[in-house]
């Protein structure tokens, strides 16, 4: 049989994007049955955003802990250490979610908080794992699906000082014992699985620019970096990851906690490019390159066992191999591959000849722009920092892409899927449920559907787009057959303006 490939998109959206932007202008004509029966929707969260209590319930540091108290002048003197306090507030968080009609929260398992030491054969923490538990029986009381993320940036720093985390080969049992012990305890009452959270930008940020934790680069590239290695780092960590994730859907598929519907996958997040000069053929293979960076290098190795032929060939003996086993673990190792997808950019072609500066990015011969070669801008819209142009032609772009390339073949279309385009797209989540703690960038980005007042006691307030949602996602009383096919063509009809 065919691999199924199912697409849970993740829109990422700037919550003015979601409110101004043209999505909203094309979806207003919808609601949730414009879509077929158990298209799901949902929102979105990461434990080191989220949770806060970083000292307590036995939980320990996270290398977020770390980096942003030894460095806060690179997180804009923010940390996670209350964060919006979800620790403690969950339960009328997930009224919010309830309000708003939406069917799954996607939320991630914090590895020091249910395993103190990073390892299994130290002892687990029942408080933490009890945290988790009540977590999902009250969104389940709540008719709310949970959606797992088991790592979402968030190593314990015990195994970061033990043996540099993901730089090590040893990450990838750990990383297998970690999950097992999150599908024997939360698999009985958890369908949906994510391995890992962007691994891309985990390896680019963390070990290329030096951007998040683990904030190593080379110096050239980022002289707030106090270790690290551009040009070798980045590739070794991926590597490290994939096998990781390999191990873990290996213990999935053999657990018995996991009922049939149980899925497991791995999150992306491409940014869609478009060439700097449409006339150029060296600006289309650039395009070419950015893709595969941004999505092959992931997804090549899940889909056919191997990194793509640009990341090999302009990584040479950089890039780590995998064996003939390895490679086999690897293949087909996902139910599904989620899309978050926020932004495009415009590429063109540049040479990086300097044997004394390489890097992950420098590899790919390429630069990133927002104007074109006729200075026209990728968008008119983007959120105040600039960085998230609106551009959402690039989501459908990016599901054909993925559709084309990962063979036509080996996607697996269920009677009930919606598919674009002959895709297989079953779900929608929002980032993010409320404002949060965003990383490098602090509190200063405001991603939420809910604004947290950070100034009186983390107070929540509805945003218009929560309200869109809630009216978006009314559920009728009834749903007759009638009423399925009348969506239907409502959906047909509601696809061709995309
Ligand atoms: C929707 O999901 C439920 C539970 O997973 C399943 O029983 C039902 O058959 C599904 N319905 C459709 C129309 O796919
Ligand atoms: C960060 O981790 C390093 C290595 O364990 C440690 O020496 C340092 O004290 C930590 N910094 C903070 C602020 O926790």
Not at 336 to 350: C, E, K, L, P, W
Request: a negative charge; one cysteine or more; aromatic letters at 14%.
């Amino acid at each position: 049989m065919n691999t199924k490939l199912a697409l849970v998109v993740t829109l990422f959206l700037a919550s003015c994007a979601v409110s101004k932007g043209r999505f909203l202008s094309f979806s207003k004509q919808l609601d949730r049955y414009s879509f077929p029966p158990n298209f799901s929707f949902g929102v979105g969260s990461s434990a080191y955003q989220y949770e806060g209590a970083f000292a307590e319930g036995g939980r320990t540091q996270s290398t977020w802990d770390n980096f942003t108290h030894a460095y806060p002048e690179r997180t804009n003197m923010d940390n996670g250490d209350i964060a919006v306090d979800f620790y403690h507030r969950y339960k009328d968080d997930i009224k919010l979610i309830k309000e708003m009609n939406m069917d799954t929260f996607r939320f991630s398992i914090s590895w020091s908080r249910i395993l103190p030491s990073g390892k299994v054969s130290d002892g687990v923490n029942s408080e933490g794992i009890q945290f988790y538990k009540n977590l999902i029986d009250e969104l389940i009381n709540n008719g709310i699906k949970p959606f797992v993320t088991i790592y979402h940036w968030d190593i314990p720093q015990v195994l970061e000082d033990e043996y540099g985390g993901f730089l090590s080969p040893r990450i990838i049992d750990e990383f297998r014992n970690f999950a097992k012990l999150c599908f024997q305890e939360f698999g009985d009452k958890v369908d949906m699985w994510i391995t890992f959270n962007e691994p891309y930008i985990y390896s680019v940020a963390g070990y290329d620019k030096g951007t998040k934790a683990m904030g190593r680069c080379s110096k050239w590239v980022n002289s707030l970096c106090v270790a690290g290695d551009s040009s070798t780092e980045p590739y070794l960590v991926s590597h490290h990851l994939l096998l990781a994730h390999a191990a873990a859907v290996e213990e999935f598929r053999n657990c018995d906690k996991i009922s049939q519907d149980g899925k497991i996958g791995m999150v992306l997040s491409p940014v869609w490019a478009e060439p700097y000069d449409v006339a150029s053929h060296a600006d289309k293979e650039a395009v070419a390159r950015s893709l595969a960076s941004y999505v092959g290098w992931h997804l090549d190795p899940l889909v056919f066992g191997d990194y793509p032929e640009t990341i090999k060939n302009n990584a040479g003996n950089r890039l780590p191999s995998f064996t003939k086993e390895q490679s086999e673990s690897i293949k087909n190792s996902f139910d599904f591959i989620g899309i978050n997808y926020y932004t495009a950019r415009f590429v063109a072609h540049q040479l990086h000849r300097d044997p004394t500066r390489l890097s992950f990015s420098t590899d790919q011969h390429l630069e990133y722009k927002v104007t074109n070669c006729n200075g026209d801008y990728i968008s008119s819209e983007s959120d105040g920092s600039k960085l998230l142009y609106t551009y959402p032609e690039g989501i459908r772009k990016i599901l054909n892409y993925v559709k084309d390339k990962y063979n036509n073949p080996t996607i697996y279309i269920t009677e009930n899927a919606i598919t674009v385009d002959g895709c297989d797209v079953r779900g929608y989540s929002a980032w993010s449920l409320l404002d949060n703690f965003e990383w490098e960038r602090g509190y200063t980005m405001r991603f939420g559907l809910h604004y947290v007042d950070y100034a009186d006691d983390l107070k929540r307030y509805a945003k218009d787009s929560a309200k869109w949602f809630k009216k978006f996602l009314e559920r009728s009383e009834q749903f007759t057959p009638l009423d399925l096919f009348k969506s239907t063509k409502k959906w047909w009809s509601a696809l061709q303006m995309i």
